[in-house]
């Protein structure tokens, strides 16, 4: 049951409010001032915090400041009989959900109490959410190429500096560039993703610059592009030798002035954005061919990056491998499956043309088709399949 903590120096106050919460099955706690509220949170966590502002000693804005340093995602809800709407500014300033008037009006009381405990649980669960997401994303081995990948993340990630990412498809680019956002100064706003060879040239400007209404045939609403959607955070092109000659135009102007014009548009529109590129293409080749600009590949490629094939990290297979297990087990709701180290030696002498992405489409097969130990005979069964 969701546990509640009142803060208030006046007993009758705090009775009535407990027997007002735990006659809707909350869990209460009692402080009578400031400094015993404080070192129950410390103690024990809470779903939600009643507060009374005017309380002796220390009071309840003080009290609200250093509980955001002990418990930042317990919502606090202050309760003043002398409040001003300055005081309620201050305390949401300060980091309060909500601010009652003393005596609080009974059904404004239990829906305020509901609403923050409804906050508490969105922000837990968008906090365990961010979690999977970021170990589905992780970038797994201890081998040296690997390793000079992390060390160059660890480096860029807290400038704002354009990075070009290069490798073979499937070896963890699209990885590479999450990490940088997840490490940057840039993580508390969004990560927009683009996959330039996905999308018709002549929709790739709409795509990145968005359009006005009426702008083409089928404009019958205004769209807001990726670049205006990434304002604040970071802009992943992927794929970005496969786009058209005029959308890199536009692309190396808008990374040139911070500036973009809607298709159909006149006006210039300021975006702040961070632009991470990535190719499987060798874009000097793509430049002497007259495919690619080379004024945009050096605006892109202020660092570059080089994921290798998987075929140059051979001693990371073993730990992809026991994170797919994990992860795939995770996934159908069983118990992880082993590999028997025979099989996973033969996994390492395999040829991982499809690099990582490969390498988990196989385990994934292993684990469908094996017992619950992948065995030599399985790998060889089933990693490499005769297609008919």
């Not at 409804?118 to 081998?143: C, F, N, P, Q, R």
């Not at 205004?222 to 959607?229: H, P």
């Not at 786009?243 to 298709?263: D, F, G, N, P, Y």
């Not at 060798?282 to 050096?298: A, P, T, V, W």
Request: glycine fraction near 6%; include cysteine; charged fraction near 30%.
């Amino acid at each position: 049951m969701p546990k509640i903590l009142i803060i208030d120096d006046e007993r009758a106050i705090r009775s009535t409010l407990k027997e007002i919460l735990e006659f809707e099955n909350y869990v209460v706690d009692e402080a009578e001032d400031g400094e015993k509220g404080l070192q129950l949170l410390s103690k024990s966590k809470y779903d939600v915090a009643l507060c009374d502002i005017k309380m002796p000693g220390m009071d309840g804005l003080e009290v609200l400041e250093k509980a955001m340093e002990i418990s930042p995602d317990t919502p606090f809800i202050m309760i003043s009989a002398h409040g001003t709407i300055d005081t309620a500014v201050e305390a949401t300033k300060k980091g309060a959900y909500d601010f009652l008037q003393k005596p609080p009006d009974l059904n404004r009381l239990l829906v305020t109490v509901r609403n923050a405990l409804d906050k508490a649980t969105l922000v837990t669960e968008t906090k365990i959410l961010k979690k999977k997401i970021s170990k589905t994303y992780e970038m797994v081995g201890t081998s040296g190429a690997l390793g000079r990948v992390k060390q160059a993340i660890e480096k860029v990630a807290p400038t704002d500096a354009r990075v070009l990412i290069t490798g073979p498809n499937g070896s963890g680019k699209e990885l590479v560039a999450r990490s940088i956002h997840e490490h940057s100064n840039r993580s508390h706003g969004p990560l927009i993703e683009v996959n330039c060879a996905a999308i018709p040239s002549e929709l790739i400007e709409s795509e990145l610059f968005g359009h006005e209404k009426g702008s083409f045939t089928s404009a019958v609403k205004q769209r807001i592009g990726k670049f205006e959607q990434a304002n604040g955070g970071t802009l992943f092109l992927d794929e970005v030798g496969d786009m058209s000659l005029s959308a890199q135009a536009k692309v190396l102007r808008a990374l040139q002035e911070h500036k973009i014009t809607r298709v159909g548009g006149d006006k210039d529109i300021q975006v702040d954005v961070r632009v991470i590129a990535a190719t499987n293409k060798n874009l000097l080749e793509e430049i002497e061919s007259k495919n690619f600009r080379e004024d945009l590949y050096h605006r892109l490629g202020v660092i570059l990056i080089h994921v290798p094939p998987l075929n140059e990290r051979r001693e990371d297979i073993p730990d992809l491998v026991a994170k797919f297990l994990n992860d795939i087990a995770n996934d159908y709701g069983n118990k992880p499956k082993t590999i028997a180290a025979d099989a996973m030696q033969y996994l390492q002498g395999l040829d991982w043309r499809g690099n990582v992405r490969e390498l988990r489409n196989v385990v994934e097969r292993l684990v469908i088709m094996s017992g619950n130990e992948i065995t030599l005979e399985d790998a060889k069964a089933y990693a490499r399949p005769v297609v008919a």
